[in-house]
């Protein structure tokens, strides 16, 4: 039986610290981080996902603010597998005085936020999609698995 591994989701707006708090992270749980933006394509991203998953790695970072369909592309490439989920949120706003950041339109950022309020309990939704996995919301307190 393989160990279970932890899958730790950070999201949050553009410009709110999930870079800054997947650093934090790492540097706590002695692990790497694997962002979006440091790939070309996602089957590049999932290829360095599931290499850190086979090698034993017990936790892996990600910054998604579409965990859904990372972790669902894990599964499918894993389906024997069971992963402990936790759900991390970066909250700060550090974009007050200006209208883009990385390049990305505030207007963006905006309709993500507004996405996100309608649908406020995203980890219930991530339960019920995939309940074979263990689902943490550390932005509610159930803490970091060590």
Same mark, same amino acid.
């Given at each position: 039986?393989?160990?279970?591994? @932890?899958?730790?989701?950070? $999201?949050?707006?553009? *410009?709110?610290?999930?870079?800054? #708090?997947?650093? +934090?992270? =790492? ?19 999932? @290829?360095?996902?599931?290499? $850190?998953?086979?090698? *034993?790695?017990?936790?892996?970072? #990600?910054?998604? +603010?579409? =965990? ?79």
């Amino acid at each position: 039986m393989s160990k279970v591994t @932890n899958l730790l989701f950070v $999201k949050g707006l553009i *410009g709110s610290g999930t870079t800054f #708090l997947a650093n +934090n992270l =790492a540097r706590q749980l002695n692990c790497e981080v694997i962002e979006r933006d440091d790939f070309e394509d996602s089957n590049e991203r999932l @290829n360095a996902i599931l290499s $850190k998953i086979e090698r *034993g790695d017990s936790h892996i970072i #990600l910054v998604d +603010n579409i =965990a859904e369909s990372t972790l669902g592309h894990i599964t499918s490439n894993l389906p024997d597998r069971t992963f402990n989920c936790q759900y991390y949120l970066a909250d700060g706003n550090y974009l007050d005085k200006i209208d883009h950041y990385h390049g990305v339109s505030l207007s963006r950022r905006e309709r993500q936020k507004l996405r996100w309020q309608r649908n406020p309990d995203h980890v219930a939704e991530m339960i019920k999609r995939f309940p074979k996995h263990n689902h943490y919301d550390c932005y509610k307190g159930d803490g970091i698995l060590k």
